[in-house]
């Protein structure tokens, strides 16, 4: 599963063995449309610019970024849409869903969202995308992000960030036990 987003808006594929391609699709399962559209619309028919990330879950559903227009989609590995979930729908700039990591326990009931235009990770709820939690906020020491581009989860349920522009930086976040 591919997020092919920074020149067209559309999550591709393929075959993991042979690298073949299987198939592709656009927001709510749609054929895509790499058309110019504005962004910040999370009633979009169409991703914006960038698709950022997919993830495909234990359940075997896929949640993909649709950054700048504030959304998360899930969809059957099929391509068929399930849902979506809005969030800080008022933001601008780079939009708000730039990378996210699902928790480590079986359910995987929690996204971890790095969103960096509000400089913050959310934490909510896999099933209803309701926050309850986040940290971060902008600026330059330790805990603060600029740009936090990239989110990830080792085994042991270490957060790890990275960030871009003039971030520079990746940061380790210890799980709380």
């Known amino acids: ?7 067209n808006k559309r999550v591709i594929v393929f075959d993991a063995t042979t690298g073949a391609y299987k198939r592709h699709w656009g ?8 058309a110019k559209m504005a962004p910040f619309n999370p009633d979009s028919p169409q991703f914006a610019n960038p698709v950022h990330c997919v993830r495909l879950m234990k359940d075997q ?3 993909v970024c649709d950054r700048s227009n ?11 849409f399930i849902r979506q979930m809005v969030s800080e729908p008022d933001t601008r700039g780079s939009g708000s869903v730039w990378d996210l990591v699902v928790s480590e326990d079986p359910a995987q009931k929690y996204i971890l969202l790095a969103d960096g235009a509000n400089n913050e990770v959310r934490i909510v709820m896999r099933e209803t995308g309701e926050k309850i ?5 902008p600026g330059r020491q330790a805990g603060d ?8 989860i080792d085994s042991q349920g ?15 976040f210890d799980r709380v036990k």
């Open 1 to 7: 599963f591919v997020a092919d987003g920074y020149q």
């Open 27 to 34: 927001a709510y399962g749609n054929k895509p449309d790499d």
């Open 61 to 63: 559903t896929v949640l």
């Open 70 to 80: 504030n959304r998360i989609q899930v969809f059957t590995k099929e391509g068929k």
């Open 133 to 137: 939690g986040s940290f971060g906020r």
């Open 145 to 152: 992000f600029h740009w936090v581009h990239n989110i990830a």
């Open 158 to 172: 270490n957060i790890y960030t990275s960030e871009v522009d003039n971030g520079k930086r990746i940061q380790k």
